[in-house]
């Protein structure tokens, strides 16, 4: 549609210039022409407006042709945009979820082998200051993109590469057990509070244990 109004601005100007070169321009001409110019300047402008993520992608470039009439009209396109109050927040939004989307596809990025080489790489050059959030952000990318499987071989195979003894294994300050122990926090707190509440319910409701101390410590 853009491409077909841009082709009826172009047709509107190549008759004024006819008419202009022939002496033959007649006033009814010369308003209906100015009408349709009018419509189909706005008809663009309602177009990108309506579609401004996309259209004004696809038609920017427009504003930087080499014919100085077709760069006018964009401009005046653009602007009657601008008139109508057009807002750019969600064109903002998109860009940056695209550019959010595409840093998510490269720490989830897999190779051929199974392996991870930037989640790894991070797991590497990040200081154990900062392991509690990079296991939690990296469990939790990798299982928006069902890969938690992944992420969990990767992290425990270098554990247990690095181990001294099996003795030691997820005991010290690892990535791994910073992984485990968030895994387990998340998962696991709906699986116990599942397991528990009906025994805890039981306890608390039943008259048959209203009289039972549980205190450790009487005193």
């Not at 008419?19 to 300047?41: D, E, I, Y």
């Not at 057009?86 to 596809?105: G, K």
């Amino acid at each position: 549609y853009f491409t077909l109004f841009m082709n009826l601005l172009n047709d509107c100007s190549e008759v004024e210039d006819e008419n202009a070169q022939t002496g033959g321009r007649k006033r009814g001409m010369s308003r209906r022409l100015a009408s349709l110019r009018h419509c189909t300047v706005l008809a663009m402008s309602n177009l990108l407006n309506a579609n401004v993520d996309s259209g004004l992608m696809h038609s920017i470039g427009l504003g930087y042709h080499k014919d100085l009439q077709t760069r006018a009209t964009f401009m005046e396109v653009l602007t009657k945009i601008l008139q109508q109050g057009t807002e750019f927040d969600t064109l903002a939004e998109t860009v940056l979820a695209d550019r959010f989307e595409r840093l998510v596809e490269l720490v989830t990025m897999m190779g051929d082998q199974g392996e991870l080489p930037i989640a790894m790489a991070l797991a590497n050059v990040v200081p154990c200051s900062q392991w509690d959030e990079l296991a939690r952000v990296l469990v939790t990318l990798f299982d928006s993109r069902h890969l938690l499987y992944q992420l969990l071989w990767n992290m425990f195979s270098k554990e247990v590469e690095l181990a001294d003894s099996m003795q030691t294994l997820f005991r010290g300050n690892s990535l791994a057990s910073k992984i485990m122990t968030f895994c387990f926090k998340v998962y696991g707190a709906t699986y116990l509070q599942k397991l528990l509440d009906p025994l805890l319910r039981i306890v608390i409701t039943s008259s048959d244990w209203q009289h039972v101390s549980f205190e450790v410590d009487p005193t």
